[in-house]
């Protein structure tokens, strides 16, 4: 920046600063203001010839007024003209004018762009440097229209100065932050990611802030920057502190720029190229053996910078969750920090753990500092530091210490701050439920929630208790005395009165043999909390006080007296009033057995998903309950941290291959199928269930087989337990299918086995191999299985896919038909005009063309016909056919054995009607044959279209369907039947293409005579 002259030190201003500074009232200074203001206003009407360095004194003393917070509302266009300046000093006072004063809705805009344009274009480094400054201060629409196609090429130019790109990278980033849609980087994105590679590193940090942004919203584009990013972060971790000595901080070398190269690298997956991850594997170890050095420093600020970079790589470790090794000395780091004197690195260490102990490599390594972490529960003064505390406490949960955790955060949540008791309690009883060894130590766990928290326990906390009670046989006893005993407390939470009176009007029979609990000490009891209650819980206990009298017939007197008091009859609320006008009279006419049958026990609650769940989510925000690992593996995300309690949480695969969706399935918000509803003795949906609905039919389901002939992505199949879904890939005559099979209960599924088979002649012409799955799949929780398929030769069935498992003790079993077409072995082809008509006329046997004629029923879109053409494999040649409602399709069917060509044309006319033709190349003496099905089907449903594609066959099977065709077409009915009847006793079961080319032909008029 230029040096400022003498005469540039404004004493005017100077003066009317001093002047304002000792006023002695608020009156004073407005005064002075206001002189000076009119002074000014006077100036800048009066002069017509002020030179630049009044203008200059004058622009500054209204900026100057303008940060004291007063308006200013002339003095613009002196600024604008200042920006025309050659001095620097004025047009540097311009453009900070122009910056705060002026809006980006002002008339002035425009001038203020033509000045910008001659500075960018003046290669002044000074100049260009203020005009994008401006540009980024300002930041408007109209700006980034302006100068969005011209900063990028300032930004990757050879002759800019390192200055000017700093500038031109930041000033790209603001644009792109106001209005992504008008920076497009295009021809430019190659030369800005190799700006990691500058030897400026201002250019580099600025540069990759710049290209951090646009990868978040671009990564495709930039996924070039992984292997520069992770070579220029290479360099710094092995630089010592004085090779970078411009760049180095407290003896850490460049720390800003390694935390945005450690950001920039969490915006994709790890690096395929191994000696680029091999590489990235080091930079992470150095950095983690760094920070077990000896610090180098006493100041706190080497602390900090160190500490910024730790954190950022440990980041980094989690996003990736594939390194084992790394990821379990993270958490060994960041145990040290837990004990550590600094608030700021307890806290931070603890929300990391909570981020690792959702992976399975370090959940383990992380409940070694159980003991740690329950002490910072009980004995940090930062209440946000204990919040952390609990959420990794939440996090590290499974089996094993389930029992331990839960009790301490029963224990803390006697003296928890008030804004966060809702949420320990909804997590307490989601690990109680989740994790119960048995239903008696659950039971205790949420009366004892509700003692300790009662007010902060919600609905859906004592709800869940009493599905589960009901839908449990073996545990409806022990609650009820429990709660009884609960019951005698002197001081007796609402939420308790509310379980007490629905559990004892249920089961209250069950206790009432001991003289202590009998039939009228229940009721006395629940009634001596009566007039303490709310109208809701008055209303529940009277409806406990009828079911009473059906269990015990020898309350019904006093029952009866209490609902024909006038403080029930004759309640001011409508409710209680006519509950009890209602129980009384039923009680009074109602015989035994209606009595008993109105009043019978309540069934068992259909499955569903845990309220108390769908509350923490609700509370917690999307993506706060997370994945779940097996037994012994679970695992979970919650703030950084982790929720394992979730009937909707899915699994994260630990299978070697990329998961291709993280959530193809969508269990998040699954419902039963409305199809498949539970039966009425179906659990709840907790861990603890042994029993289940009856086994399933093994009969082979087809109905969302023909959904996948032009998908490969979906949901296959669906019922109230279980979802399945599918992602497949082809290339050439080989494909791979990922399957995953979710588990939408939250009982497990055990010994869970898949197999495929190929049934018949199929085993010779498909080659599948299938890697086995967990056979324990966890409630909520969704396994992947890879399946790779090799086309040998051309085939018509599809395989089969078994899976069994037992579900409460019932033997589940399913059958279903993969879909697997011989469509998907399709490689497009791109054709000319004048070749693909050649080829369709040199295709003119019968035994190589199909076709079928029928009637549309609705309007057909063309864009989703175009959709389903592309999604059968086959390239649409555009501009081929002379008729332009004609779509023309050619593919190459691809095989071990062979190569097919396929043409296709699809012809709609105006009457609605649709014709398809289809012609492929074939050898007729060869004992292979090709079929393929064709189903399009458009959005309203519009149109359902079904094609066979050509087979090569035996002569003598050629011969009996063209008899066939001849004799139908004669009208010699009989003559055709006897062809087709002749023709299938004779031919192999699988070389049936002449019979389909038969009934595509003339399946609209045979209908009825084949019913015959």
């Known amino acids: 920046m230029p040096a400022v002259s003498k005469g540039d030190g404004m004493r005017g201003l100077a003066v009317f600063i001093s002047d304002i500074r000792n006023c002695k009232s608020k009156e004073a200074e407005i005064k002075r203001i206001n002189k000076e203001l009119a002074n000014i206003r006077s100036k800048f009407k009066g002069d017509k010839a002020l030179d630049g360095y009044s203008k200059k004194k004058y622009v500054c003393k209204l900026l100057f007024i303008f940060l004291l917070g007063h308006d200013i509302d002339f003095g613009h266009m002196e600024a604008v003209n200042l920006l025309s300046s050659?001095?620097?000093?004025?047009?540097?006072?311009?453009?900070?004018?122009?910056?705060?004063?002026?809006?980006?809705?002002?008339?002035?805009?425009?001038?203020?762009?033509?000045?910008?344009?001659?500075?960018?274009?003046?290669?002044?480094?000074?100049?260009m440097c203020l005009a994008l400054h401006c540009i980024a201060n300002v930041g408007s629409r109209e700006m980034a229209e302006a100068f969005a196609g011209e900063i990028p090429r300032i930004l990757v130019a050879g002759d800019t100065m390192d200055s000017v790109k700093q500038s031109a990278a930041l000033c790209l980033l603001r644009l792109y932050k106001a209005s992504p849609d008008l920076v497009l980087m295009g021809e430019w994105t190659s030369r800005v990611v190799h700006l990691l590679n500058d030897q400026h590193m201002g250019v580099v940090t600025a540069a990759i802030s710049l290209i951090t942004c646009l990868s978040s919203k671009n990564p495709d584009e930039f996924k070039t920057c992984v292997s520069l990013a992770v070579s220029r972060l290479s360099r710094i971790v092995s630089s010592a502190s004085t090779d970078l000595q411009d760049y180095t901080y407290y003896f850490v070398p460049a720390p800003w720029l390694s935390c945005k190269l450690l950001r920039l690298l969490q915006c994709y997956p790890p690096p395929e190229d191994g000696a680029v991850k091999g590489r990235l594997v080091e930079c992470l170890e150095t950095i983690l053996n760094k920070a077990q050095e000896p610090p180098k420093s006493k100041k706190v600020q080497h602390s900090n910078a160190k500490n910024a970079i730790l954190f950022e790589a440990i980041s980094l470790i989690i996003h990736y969750d594939s390194e084992p090794n790394l990821l379990v000395r993270a958490c060994n780091q960041l145990g040290q920090f837990l004990q550590h004197r600094e608030t700021n690195l307890r806290y931070l260490a603890l929300e990391s753990m909570c981020t690792l102990a959702s992976s399975e490599f370090s959940h383990e390594a992380v409940k070694t500092h159980i003991e740690t972490v329950i002490n910072a529960l009980k004995t940090e003064r930062d209440v946000s530091v204990r919040q952390r505390a609990a959420d990794l406490l939440y996090a590290m949960c499974d089996r094993s210490n389930a029992k331990q955790i839960v009790a301490e955060m029963l224990s803390y949540l006697e003296t928890a701050d008030y804004s966060i008791r809702e949420e320990m309690v909804l997590k307490v009883a989601i690990l109680a439920e989740k994790y119960a060894v048995d239903y008696s130590w659950y039971v205790d766990t949420i009366?004892?929630?509700?003692?300790?928290?009662?007010d902060y326990v919600s609905e859906e906390v004592w709800y869940r208790v009493i599905q589960i009670v009901i839908n449990r046989d073996d545990v409806q006893g022990y609650a009820a005395k429990t709660v009884f005993e609960a019951l005698q407390a002197p001081a007796c939470h609402e939420n308790m009165v509310?379980?007490?009176?629905?559990?004892?009007?249920?089961?209250?029979?069950?206790?009432?043999g001991d003289p202590r609990s009998s039939p009228l000490?229940?009721?006395?009891?629940?009634?001596?909390?009566?007039?303490?209650?709310s109208v809701p819980t008055r209303a529940l206990l009277l409806s406990a006080y009828i079911k009473f009298i059906n269990l015990f017939p020898e309350t019904k007197a006093t029952i009866q007296e209490v609902l024909r008091s006038d403080s029930q009859i004759r309640n001011s609320d409508v409710e209680l009033q006519q509950r009890a006008v209602e129980y009384l009279k039923l009680s009074s006419i109602a015989s035994t057995d209606v009595l008993a049958t109105v009043l019978e026990e309540m069934p068992p609650f259909p499955e569903r998903e845990s309220s108390i769940l769908a509350k923490?989510?609700?509370?917690?925000?999307?993506?706060?309950?997370s994945v779940e690992l097996e037994d012994g593996k679970e695992r979970g995300e919650l703030n950084g941290g982790g929720d394992r309690g979730g009937d909707a949480a899915i699994a994260a695969s630990n299978a070697s291959t990329p998961s291709p969706s993280a959530d193809l399935l969508g269990l998040r918000s699954a419902a039963p199928v409305s199809g498949a509803a539970p039966s009425a003795g179906s659990l709840l949906v907790d861990v603890f269930s042994e029993a289940g609905p009856a086994a399933a039919s093994a009969g082979v389901n087809d109905d969302g087989f023909l959904r996948f002939v032009c998908k490969n992505n979906g949901v296959l199949f669906e019922n109230q337990l279980l979802q399945i879904g599918i992602k497949s890939e082809y290339r050439q005559n080989l494909g791979r299918?990922?399957?995953?099979?979710?588990?939408?209960?939250?009982?497990?599924?055990?010994?869970?086995?898949?197999?495929?088979?190929?049934?018949?002649?199929?085993?010779?012409?498909?080659?599948?191999?299938?890697?086995?799955?967990?056979p324990l799949v966890e409630g909520g929780a969704q396994v992947q299985q890879v399946i790779n398929i090799e086309c040998l030769t051309d085939f018509v069935d599809a395989p089969l896919l078994n899976i069994k498992f037992r579900y409460g003790?019932?033997?589940?079993?399913?059958?279903?038909?993969l879909p697997v077409t011989i469509n998907k072995f399709f490689q497009p082809t791109e054709m000319a005009a004048a070749d693909f008509f050649q080829r369709w006329k040199q295709l003119s046997q019968p035994q190589q063309e199909a076709q079928k004629i029928f009637k549309a029923s609705h309007g057909m879109d063309t864009e989703v016909l175009k959709a389903k053409l592309l999604g059968l494999g086959t390239a649409l040649l555009e501009n081929v056919d002379p008729n332009p409602e004609n779509y023309v399709c050619a593919g190459v069917i691809q095989t071990k054995a062979q190569q097919v060509g396929c043409l296709l044309r699809l012809e709609p006319n105006a009457q609605a009607q649709v014709r398809t033709r289809a012609r492929a190349h074939t050898q007729m003496y060869m004992h292979t044959h090709t079929q393929m099905y064709m189903h399009i089907h458009t959005q309203s449903p519009s149109v359902l279209l079904c094609a066979a594609l050509i087979a090569s066959l035996t002569a003598v099977c050629v011969f009996l369907c063209a008899a066939a065709n001849q004799a139908w077409r004669a009208g010699n009915t009989q003559l055709a039947l006897f062809s087709l009847a002749l023709f299938l006793s004779h031919s192999p079961p699988l070389s049936f293409t002449p019979f389909f080319h038969f009934l595509i032909h003339f399946s609209p008029h045979i209908d009825s005579t084949l019913s015959h």
């Open 498 to 512: 509310k379980v007490g009176g629905y559990i004892l009007g249920e089961f209250g029979n069950l206790i009432a």
């Open 737 to 774: 299918m990922y399957l995953f099979y979710g588990n939408k209960t939250s009982v497990q599924f055990v010994s869970f086995s898949t197999t495929v088979s190929c049934p018949g002649e199929l085993q010779s012409q498909l080659n599948v191999q299938t890697k086995t799955v967990e």
């Open 521 to 533: 000490v229940q009721f006395n009891l629940l009634h001596s909390k009566f007039h303490l209650c």
């Open 809 to 817: 003790g019932a033997l589940q079993n399913i059958s279903l038909k």
């Open 616 to 625: 923490l989510k609700k509370k917690k925000g999307p993506g706060a309950v």
């Open 86 to 127: 050659n001095k620097y000093t004025e047009k540097q006072i311009g453009y900070l004018f122009i910056s705060v004063l002026v809006n980006s809705n002002s008339e002035l805009i425009r001038l203020i762009n033509n000045a910008i344009k001659n500075d960018l274009s003046s290669r002044n480094p000074t100049f």
């Open 447 to 454: 009366l004892n929630l509700i003692r300790i928290a009662g």
